[in-house]
């Protein structure tokens, strides 16, 4: 595929009855739905409970997790394991993935900028977001940020304006015959990222762990 080719879509690397996280991980170790694999170091892919009531959904991997092939393991994740944490989540019961399972960036120089991915490339990979539910079945899906809810619940939908709220699957979500919606509560909120580079990080961690005990009550019992 070249570089100004439209993605053509995870979906033909997709195993089609995979029976477990690890069959999927395997499988998009190989995809090659869009150019993004190119250039960065590997797949990363979700992980945690195998049967996760919780399920967050971030935005891509970041420079460490492209590095070492895991999701949330830089500086966003720690401080999204401390607010889960505080939220009182049982850090067990959790799975922990992004919209778009490989690094974008640029180079410049030595350093590697992150960079958004692009609506191609969130439609691109979204069969992995909808295999990687179909197995987990979560009682909850929680977006951190903004790229995250808009790949979930559609362009139109407002971070800022619905963060904290516990809704039914929003109707403004693309396709939302994609995603075992009936039995999942969604739920909204800030990127970690979003509070380590905040003026006011106490107040931005203190709003963070209160969206998440909404999430925590829902799974709770
Ligand atoms: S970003 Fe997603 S669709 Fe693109 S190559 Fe990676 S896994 Fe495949």
């Not at 949330?72 to 999204?80: I, K």
């Not at 410049?108 to 987990?136: D, M, T, Y």
């Not at 107040?203 to 963070?208: E, Q, S």
């Amino acid at each position: 595929m070249s570089r100004t080719e439209a993605p053509i879509g995870a979906q033909e690397w997709v195993p089609p009855n995979a029976q477990s996280i690890d069959e999927l991980k395997a499988a998009a170790a190989n995809c090659r739905g869009c150019e993004l694999y190119q250039n960065a170091t590997q797949t990363v892919f979700g992980r945690g409970a195998p049967h996760a009531k919780i399920v967050f959904v971030g935005e891509q991997p970041g420079d460490v997790e492209d590095q070492q092939g895991l999701p949330f393991v830089g500086p966003a994740g720690r401080l999204l394991r401390e607010a889960v944490d505080d939220a009182g989540i049982d850090p067990t019961s959790v799975y922990i993935t992004n919209a778009v399972k490989h690094f974008r960036f640029e180079q410049r120089g030595k350093r590697r900028i992150h960079q958004n991915p692009g609506p191609a490339h969130i439609a691109a990979c979204r069969p992995w977001l909808v295999a990687e539910f179909s197995l987990l079945q979560p009682q909850v899906v929680v977006a951190l940020g903004a790229t995250a809810a808009r790949a979930l619940f559609g362009p139109a939908f407002r971070v800022t304006r619905s963060r904290g709220q516990l809704m039914p699957w929003p109707a403004s979500a693309q396709h939302p015959e994609d995603f075992p919606i009936a039995e999942i509560e969604a739920l909204a909120t800030i990127h970690p990222s979003a509070v380590l580079r905040a003026d006011d990080r106490d107040t931005a961690y203190k709003g963070l762990v209160e969206d998440l005990r909404v999430a925590a009550a829902a799974v709770s019992g």
